[in-house]
């Protein structure tokens, strides 16, 4: 990108913030509506109607996701600052790919509208490996429009819904702070997730650093779940996680909360379900109650078998990682095999 193009495009892009910004203070205690009285609350200084329409409804869209957020959490929240990617339709950034530009070494290219009207600026990117891994899938499109910022482009990708497996192995999953991911099938992976979170929470919110770890959490949690043999199985057990990080419990103090906030649970289910759709493995969620307090040998349910990361039976004796005997359980009831007590075994 040339000098002049970079300073254009960085000049629309802090006036569609600073847009943003403005309808999200004007309207953070008031109601607000995609109208044209709601547009033209704000002054117009130096951009068309159009970009003014997309500004109002990005900051509809933050102001509703913040409050949602709130209430889910119980908390009021303070009023959200805008400093993201622009999200883009077609009609302001189209998007072309493999445009014919002799001796370009650039394969997408961005139809930028700014304010001169008849008079665009085209962008050029560099098609990363995993966009092209996106759209050699059967039926795969690409989606209109773009989230653009000064430095990077995002696009999405529309894949059809391919049938799941029919045939491979069926594998229980147990997320955890201590381990990311403990599978039925006894493998331990990202045993080192602890270590980040608590480095995580070391830093100063808003901070560079806060940024680095936050980004070195994430590769550590996508690195952890290429690990699973996605090609080899058919089904992925995981258990329906919710609002674990609220609420007071007598053996959950101030410190205990303090370390979990940095783990990111919710990423990694999400993640995972992304994977499994990408593999067509069939995913099955279960609901989380007991599943570490109940014997996969015997049946028996008892909160005194468990004992932080370990596990031994009160009934039968049976001892075992509570995460893999959470693991196990999570798979017997995707299955849909009763967690029921049955007659512990004995010895002749």
Not at 59 to 77: D, E, F, Q, V
Not at 214 to 238: C, F, V
């Amino acid at each position: 990108m040339t000098a002049s193009k970079a300073k254009t495009v960085g000049a629309v892009l802090q006036r569609q913030r600073a847009t943003v910004q403005k309808y999200i203070d004007e309207f953070w205690d008031k109601e607000a509506h995609l109208d044209k009285a709601t547009l033209d609350s704000v002054p117009k200084g130096r951009l068309s109607a159009r970009y003014r329409g997309i500004a109002l409804n990005q900051a509809l869209s933050i102001m509703s996701s913040t409050r949602k957020s709130g209430r889910a959490l119980g908390k009021t929240p303070s009023r959200p600052r805008f400093n993201k990617g622009l999200m883009l339709p077609d009609h302001v950034a189209h998007v072309e790919l493999d445009r014919q530009q002799p001796g370009s070494p650039f394969d997408v290219w961005v139809k930028l509208s700014v304010i001169r009207k008849g008079k665009p600026i085209w962008l050029p990117f560099k098609a990363t490996k995993p966009l092209r891994k996106w759209l050699s899938r059967p039926g795969a499109t690409l989606k209109t429009g773009c989230c653009l910022s000064e430095r990077t482009l995002i696009l999405w990708v529309d894949i059809p819904d391919l049938p799941t497996k029919a045939t491979g192995a069926d594998l229980g999953m147990d997320v955890g702070l201590n381990k990311l991911l403990a599978c039925s099938d006894r493998k331990a992976l990202g045993k080192g997730i602890k270590n980040i979170c608590k480095k995580m929470a070391r830093r100063v919110p808003g901070s560079r650093g806060k940024a680095r770890t936050a980004k070195e959490r994430s590769d550590y949690i996508n690195h952890t779940l290429n690990q699973i043999p996605w090609a080899s199985i058919r089904m992925l057990a995981i258990e329906k996680l919710k609002n674990l990080k609220l609420g007071k419990k007598p053996t959950r103090g101030k410190s205990f909360r303090k370390a979990l906030a940095p783990w990111t649970y919710a990423y990694v289910l999400e993640r995972a379900k992304l994977k499994a759709a990408e593999n067509c493995v069939l995913v099955v969620e279960v609901s989380p109650a007991y599943t570490s307090q109940t014997c996969p040998e015997c049946g028996h349910r008892a909160r005194q078998s468990r004992n932080n990361e370990r596990f031994s039976c009160v009934r039968c004796g049976h001892a075992d990682d509570a995460d893999f005997v959470g693991a196990r359980n999570i798979l017997a009831k995707a299955l849909g095999e009763p967690m029921v007590p049955r007659p512990p075994v004995v010895p002749s």
